[in-house]
């Protein structure tokens, strides 16, 4: 069985640093093909991708968050990370982690992060 | 980057009906295109991949077609527990995109 969860710090001020953590079960990270993903949805707005890391470590970024965006994985704890830097209030969303199996199939609650000062 | 143009932004149907989702890919992304379900303070849950496969566990009133650069979701005899926001997805081309979103109700 598939599981993701996501953890994060709930709320953070303008220009920290946020660091999103992603446990995950029922797969791993070494596995030829597998992946990981961090997708965000504002409140009330569509899903925005961010960033994939894949089984040989290769990672990938949305250009729009321009340099802010960092991906890192655990193989031996089945963790993912997402680190972005510099928040503000437009980064205020629910942020879900998802396993890739050529498409994201399994996705985890999310969680919700508010940026405010 | 590949912009996904969905279709309508919102629709209520009543119980029993048929109906369907498009998006519009502003270019090629072969079959690399998912549609997903979600519910209210729920995450997404993945229905079709691959523009037509089935996910496991979905129900065949769900439906993928493609024809040219239209991707269409269409849900046979709807039922109450259909209603949520579907969003179309590729994952032809980085940087991956979505779909606006739809909501469907039902009347």
């Known amino acids: 069985q598939v599981t993701l969860k996501e953890s994060g710090p709930g709320i953070l001020q303008p220009s920290q640093t946020l660091s999103l953590t992603c446990t995950f079960s029922?797969?791993?990270?070494?596995?030829?093909?597998?992946?990981v993903g961090w997708i965000r949805q504002p409140s009330g707005k569509g899903l925005e991708w961010l960033a994939n890391?894949?089984?040989?470590?290769?990672?990938y970024y949305n250009p729009s968050l321009k340099n802010r965006l960092t991906i890192s994985k655990d193989t031996s704890n089945n963790q993912a990370f997402l680190k972005i830097t510099n928040v503000d209030t437009a980064d205020t969303a629910t942020y879900y982690c998802?396993?890739?199996?050529?498409?994201?199939?399994?996705w985890g609650q999310g969680v919700m992060v508010t940026v405010s000062s | 980057d590949i912009q996904m143009t969905q279709s309508p932004s919102s629709m209520s149907a009543s119980l029993g009906d048929t109906v369907t989702i498009t998006c519009l890919a502003s270019?090629?992304?072969?079959?690399?295109l998912s549609w997903y379900q979600q519910k209210p303070g729920k995450s997404p849950k993945l229905m079709i991949y691959?523009?037509?496969n089935l996910e496991d566990g979905v129900p065949s009133r769900f439906s993928g077609s493609r024809s040219g650069s239209d991707y269409s979701l269409t849900i046979n005899s709807l039922g109450y527990d259909d209603e949520g926001i579907y969003h179309c997805?590729?994952?032809?081309?980085?940087?991956?995109?979505f779909g606006s979103g739809t909501k469907l109700e039902i009347k």
């Open positions: 270019q090629d992304i072969g079959n690399y």
């Open positions: 691959g523009a037509t």
């Open positions: 997805h590729q994952y032809y081309e980085y940087p991956l995109t």
């Open positions: 029922g797969f791993s990270l070494s596995t030829y093909g597998m992946g």
């Open positions: 998802a396993r890739i199996d050529y498409r994201f199939d399994y």
């Open positions: 890391i894949w089984w040989d470590d290769d990672k």
